[in-house]
């Protein structure tokens, strides 16, 4: 049989909706076969239809060909979403998905379980390099970063072999059935699952996906990192009764309020225990902790490298959360020293507070970071660590940290497009990337973490 041309349009939608498609003009169902390019942010690559338009891909990897099937566009659209439903020629890092539940069309917890694991560090790898050269002009070299993106300990496994790493799972509840699963990439439906391959055993053995959630629009999963806490947080649908929750461990159960969004305790503790950096946390009603049972260490390892506090030293840590890094500059700057965190989370500056109540030089102060900071007339600090919301600190925020001379500043980013943006700021106020490194805190997924150390640029010169 002869083969197809390259970037050809390969035939009808697999429904037969070709006369709605063409009277809205969408083109959802449409089918392309094309040569995949490069890997961009988001878990999916980049092609070109034989008329020009952008596809954004997912399930596929640079270098191969495949059919692409139109998930959502319409003619004349800057791009369309697409995903690989036939591979023509195979990348050499593709490996057959060890899930069951990954695929076009299915759960979109993960974007890359089709690929090898060092195949996944060194697409994340080309992304962080990607947005650094087209948002902040720099190259991996002038970032101090040598273009690697290094696994959690225990995390290297052979290809086919999945980390059992995610310790919070938001399951979704199938309206007609009850059962728990996950979203599928950019829907609202429910995909259900009887294990999540990439669920820390603390909460797969829970048995979520074994019980009936009627009722609930989600219930989401948490098994502390260093304590036996597990917890259950429950969203219920506008007028429904909670259930009975029994499950197959001990378990504390928290409910949603339909109304305020407020997180209230139902049976058990209202927070979790979390260890890292040789302390405990308290992290309340769902609050914000990382999720890899690794990361909390490997962060702090490579701020406090990074950073190099002395005693005496007056440190800032803002979006503070609950106190992890705060704690830790506040062992290394001794009593001669002082640290200010800053967060917005009512409950997070409680648990912060909690937590660092046995440091005299410890303040944390309540509110968004760009309100409270000009507030407290700080005009100089020798420290700043920032950990951002995914959006990142922005122009204003960067310019007045530039401000205070700080001797370094570590920026902790869960996004690398935030991250470069912000970097830019940095440049323009004057600071310099001294060392970046990348670390793969969310195998199978397209999400990286990065800390970036800065300094003064005029000390670098």
């Not at 803002?318 to 992890?324: D, E, I, M, P, S």
């Amino acid at each position: 049989m002869q083969a197809e041309p390259k970037n050809a349009q390969v035939g009808p939608e697999p429904d037969g909706s070709r006369a709605g498609r063409e009277q809205d003009g969408s083109l959802v169902g449409r089918e392309y076969e094309v040569e995949v390019g490069p890997v961009a942010h988001g878990g999916h690559c980049i092609a070109r239809t034989a008329e020009g338009q952008v596809l954004f891909v997912r399930h596929a990897l640079p270098g191969e060909r495949v059919v692409a099937r139109v998930t959502d566009g319409e003619e004349g659209a800057r791009f369309l979403r697409a995903d690989a439903v036939r591979i023509i020629d195979a990348s050499k890092d593709r490996v057959e998905a060890p899930c069951p539940y990954a695929g076009p069309g299915r759960c979109g917890g993960c974007d890359w379980q089709h690929a090898k694991p060092g195949a996944q560090r060194r697409l994340k790898g080309e992304v962080i390099a990607e947005q650094l050269k087209r948002l902040a002009g720099l190259t991996p070299e002038e970032a101090g970063w040598d273009g690697t993106v290094m696994p959690a300990e225990g995390d290297k496994l052979p290809a086919g072999e999945v980390p059992q790493w995610r310790t919070r799972v938001q399951y979704a509840v199938d309206p007609a059935t009850g059962k728990a699963g996950l979203r599928r990439h950019r829907s609202h439906e429910v995909e259900p699952v009887d294990h999540c391959m990439i669920a820390a055993a603390g909460v797969s053995e829970l048995g979520i996906e074994r019980r009936d959630w009627t009722g609930m629009e989600s219930v989401e999963a948490i098994a502390a990192t260093g304590s036996q806490d597990r917890q259950v947080i429950l969203t219920p649908r506008p007028g429904a009764r909670l259930p009975l929750v029994e499950l197959d461990k001990p378990v504390s159960v928290l409910r949603v309020d339909e109304k305020t969004g407020g997180v209230h305790r139902v049976h058990g503790r209202p927070f979790v225990r979390e260890r890292a950096d040789g302390r405990t946390h308290r992290v309340g009603a769902g609050g914000f902790w990382q999720v890899h049972p690794k990361a909390a260490d490997t962060l702090v390892t490579a701020v406090m490298q990074g950073l190099l506090p002395r005693k005496g030293d007056m440190a800032l840590d803002l979006y503070c959360g609950v106190g992890l890094f705060a704690g830790a500059l506040a062992d290394r700057v001794g009593d001669k020293g002082a640290v200010l965190g800053i967060e917005s989370g009512k409950r997070a500056v409680e648990d912060a507070r909690h937590n660092l109540a046995g440091f005299d030089r410890v303040r944390i102060e309540q509110g968004k970071v760009e309100s409270v900071l000009p507030r407290t007339g700080i005009t100089e600090v020798d420290l700043i660590v920032l950990d951002p919301p995914r959006a990142g600190a922005g122009r204003t925020t960067v310019a007045h940290l530039t401000s205070l001379a700080a001797r370094r500043i570590a920026y902790v980013a869960c996004d690398p497009a935030a991250l470069a943006r912000d970097l830019a700021y940095f440049r323009e106020g004057g600071y310099r990337v001294r060392t970046l490194r990348a670390f793969d805190l969310f195998p199978m997924t397209h999400h990286v973490e990065c800390v970036a150390i800065l300094e003064p640029a005029a000390k670098g010169s």
